[in-house]
């Protein structure tokens, strides 16, 4: 009976669908206006070298230190990148020196165990709310017993990497590391100077991984999920890299360049909120104040920048504000943003 029902319902369904396609007489292939048509190629590389001989002497800021490898990167690496959702190119200035990609990292793993176990997962076990206090605070996790914390600060990102499966510490970190790698579009690597730095240096996420344990957050070993964290944030990424992994979030988790889907496009608005209200840590609502977009920042100097269904952008510079975030990289994304109306709560009167 309920078989019927149901051939019932397809069969109309399917007449319905004959019906209107003959009748609509839609166009074959709908044609898709590339990018450029919306924001000219000129418009582009203009912003582009303009936000990059603006900033290009600016010294104001220092390298992180409290990983003493962080201190030593040549702290002149300026490259900015944006890549189209149409998979257009577009940089300024170096884009081949690497740095470690550090808290950038969070939102890839975030988005591999929503990918694993579902949209739910991450705000039952993590929460989705900015803390507004810096990115390793420990007060913060005492405040709520480690909820109402988010992915992108170093006690929730912790506990989303213990979430990611598999049977060994190597199974979980290849997954990890392919995973990145898809989003760039090449194969990455770890810096293995950096990774030793900070493992050798990072008691107090140890700390933060066992205080969530404690409070029953991570159901694994909390030193695997430190250890495995320290060497996600250590991998090395050019402005290349990072503009096409933003690109990547920007075209609703499909590759730009490879066309590889990466994440379900229904996850996306979800992943690009927690960016937009903790991506720059105790400085987001300024961030987003000022540009509107979802972002994320890395002590390495990175910053990416999501303006949804339009493009991606980065810029890496190593050396810092007080926030932990870069300063030229935000300026440069800032003005470029702002010339190319990538801000996605901008919008003209019904009709003008
Ligand atoms: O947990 C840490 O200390 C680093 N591996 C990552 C921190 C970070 O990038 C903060 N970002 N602004």
Redesign the pocket.
């Known amino acids: 009976m309920q078989h019927s029902a149901r051939f019932v319902s397809l069969f109309f369904t399917g007449m319905l669908a004959v019906v209107s396609s003959t009748c609509l007489a839609e166009p074959e292939t709908q044609q898709i206006p590339p990018i450029e048509s919306r924001i000219s190629e000129e418009k582009i590389n203009d912003a582009l070298s303009s936000a990059y001989k603006k900033y290009k002497n600016l010294k104001e800021g220092a390298n992180?230190n409290?990983?003493p490898a962080l201190d030593k990167v040549d702290s002149s690496i300026f490259g900015i990148v944006l890549v189209t959702v149409d998979g257009k190119v577009y940089t300024a200035g170096d884009i081949k020196s690497e740095v470690?990609i550090?808290?950038?990292s969070k939102v890839f793993t975030m988005a591999k165990v929503t990918e694993e176990k579902g949209i739910a997962a991450l705000p039952k076990k993590v929460g989705v709310d900015a803390t507004g206090q810096v990115?390793?605070s420990i007060n913060a996790i005492e405040q709520h017993q480690g909820h109402e914390m988010n992915p992108l600060v170093?006690a929730g990102?912790i506990t989303t990497t213990s979430m990611v499966s598999g049977k060994s510490y190597n199974e979980i970190w290849n997954k990890l590391l392919g995973y990145y790698s898809d989003f760039a579009g090449r194969e990455l690597t770890v810096l293995e100077d950096i990774y030793k730095s900070?493992a050798a240096t990072?008691q107090?996420?140890q700390a933060i991984a066992h205080l969530m344990y404690a409070y029953g957050h991570i159901d694994g070993d909390p030193l695997q999920a430190t250890d495995i964290?320290?060497r996600q944030?250590?991998v090395g990424v050019n402005a290349k890299d990072l503009g096409t992994m933003a690109a990547t979030l920007a075209n609703a988790g499909t590759n730009p360049i490879t066309g590889k889907v990466l994440v379900k496009p229904e996850d996306m608005p979800e992943i690009l909120a927690v960016m937009a209200t903790a991506g720059?840590?105790d400085d987001a609502g300024k961030w987003l104040y000022r540009t509107g977009l979802p972002a994320k920042?890395?002590?390495?100097g990175g910053i990416i920048a999501v303006s949804p269904g339009k493009f991606g952008i980065a810029a890496i510079s190593p050396l810092?504000d007080e926030?932990?975030?870069s300063v030229r990289a935000q300026k440069a994304i800032a003005d470029i943003s702002a010339a190319l109306g990538g801000n996605p709560y901008e919008a003209t009167p019904y009709g003008k």
Not at 297 to 300: C, E, L, M, Q
């Open positions: 992180a409290y990983i470690s550090q808290s950038i990115f390793n170093n990102a900070e990072n107090r996420n964290y320290t944030c250590s720059l840590y920042s890395g002590v390495g810092l926030a932990g975030n």
